[in-house]
């Protein structure tokens, strides 16, 4: 994950250092790797020491420098596992073009396009030979490739990206600049029903003034009213307001990576075992719930360490110690009787399982392994069945071997430790539930909302 931000106004203004530098700071934590900003056609990159915005915006001369402006944009870098971290892959991603200047004059080159994009892509190359086979992309990263695409292309491609995408591009080639706004909605795999969001990106528009970034706390505390961006539109902002470009069909692509049974040969015959394919949970970041094929994980599930599912076609040897777990609706619970109890106790309230879930979140969330769930951006811990507060220490997904430190439901650091089976700890001290007593809180709440 990346973080992007930007503030835009309608004509040039004074530059809200302040803002600007805060979201930038905020959004280091889906960053890391290195950062950068672009203002009105001057681009500045942070690495190495100043990959943090927070290590970069204190000496950075263009920061600094920028009394008022138009357009800045700002990028806190994640970097794609196996992708590069240097100077040439950082963002804000640029596009220049050469200048015609008179006879004896130096060659310069002028920016004609900019963009700073939080996501990842798998299927960037397939999409560059089918609309910009002209172009020359490789050894690109996929937003680099996408960038051209834009810039060459225009947006239909939208609609075949497998992956997530949210950017803030400005395009320069018109006498008036163009900004291009898109944050992404799509299936996790091509079998789910629902679609869902891709990456975070939220705004506040207010007197002439836009604002974006992927957490949307830190645009409601820096500009009042937060809102989300909405999904699978190509958006503009120009006098004032922000309108559609073009309306994007995301119905046939997925997120998660498409991978290819591969065969083996029997004979003269070829055949595909799909027993044998292996499957893995997926930790869904932004509700803190799992997901097996593409469906909330329900019920009895064996896991390896690192997190895939283990079933009956597995060498037992392969796997000495499997975990076994339970899930009610996509949330890891501590112990069967704790599956037990919410299963009659969804049965009971007579309401879908979602409903059941977001009206009884905090008895749901009582019982899992981490007790967590997030509010937005905010971590919430349960105290109770029946309430919760913001949450302070380490969180640990299952199946990772990544701790993530909050303070007061914020997040201020992550830290790679010595191996995901650390994150299976919590199963070692199961506290003892009252299951009697919280049952019959739990009619009383039912009772007196059927009274």
Not at 96 to 118: C, L, Q, S, T, Y
Request: with cysteine; glycine share 6%.
């Amino acid at each position: 994950m990346c973080g992007i931000f930007a503030i835009i106004n309608q004509k040039e203004d004074i530059f809200d250092y302040q803002t600007f530098c805060t979201l930038g700071v905020a959004n280091d934590r889906r960053g890391g790797d290195s950062c950068g900003v672009f203002i009105d056609g001057k681009v500045e990159y942070g690495i190495g020491d100043k990959a943090l915005f927070e290590s970069f915006f204190w000496t950075s001369d263009l920061l600094n420098n920028t009394a008022s402006c138009k357009i800045a944009l700002g990028h806190d870098r994640k970097a794609s596992p196996g992708m590069a971290v240097n100077l040439q892959n950082a963002h804000p991603i640029i596009i220049e073009e050469d200048v015609p200047v008179a006879e004896g004059e130096e060659p310069r080159k002028e920016i004609k396009f900019v963009m700073v994009h939080n996501g990842t892509l798998y299927n960037h190359e397939e999409l560059a030979k089918k609309y910009i086979p002209d172009i020359d992309v490789k050894n690109m990263t996929d937003s680099q490739i996408i960038a051209r695409l834009l810039y060459y292309s225009g947006f239909d491609w939208l609609a075949e990206y497998n992956g997530g995408t949210a950017f803030i591009a400005v395009d320069y080639r018109e006498a008036e600049p163009k900004i291009l706004i898109w944050r992404g909605e799509s299936k996790k795999y091509s079998t789910d029903k629902t679609e869902e969001e891709e990456r975070p990106l939220y705004c506040n528009l207010e007197n002439g003034r836009l604002v974006l970034s992927s957490i949307g706390s830190y645009v409601a505390i820096c500009d009042g009213n937060c809102y989300i961006v909405p999904a699978n539109k190509v958006l503009t902002y120009r006098n004032g307001e922000l309108k559609i470009i073009k309306s994007i069909d995301r119905s046939k692509a997925q997120q998660n990576k498409i991978y290819v049974a591969t065969g083996y040969s029997a004979g003269t015959n070829h055949t595909y075992n799909n027993a044998y394919v292996s499957t893995w949970i997926r930790h869904i970041e932004i509700d803190n719930t799992y997901k097996i094929d593409g469906k909330p994980a329900d019920g009895p599930v064996k896991l390896s360490t690192y997190g895939k599912v283990i079933t009956k076609f597995d060498s037992p040897a392969t796997y000495e110690v499997p975990h076994q777990l339970y899930f009610f609706n996509g949330v890891a619970l501590r112990e069967f009787k704790a599956y037990q109890f919410l299963l009659k106790a969804w049965k009971r309230s007579k309401l879908p399982v979602n409903e059941f879930c977001i009206k009884y979140t905090d008895l749901v969330r009582y019982f899992s392994y981490d007790q967590c769930y997030f509010l937005g951006d905010v971590l919430i811990k349960t105290v109770s069945p029946w309430d919760a507060d913001v949450f302070t220490g380490m969180y640990m997904p299952l199946a990772q071997a990544r701790q993530y430190q909050y303070v007061k439901g914020i997040l201020t650091n992550d830290y790679v430790i010595g191996a995901a089976e650390e994150s299976y700890n919590c199963f070692k001290n199961i506290p003892k539930f009252d299951y009697k007593t919280i049952w019959k809180e739990f009619i009383q709440t039912i009772t007196s909302q059927e009274k």
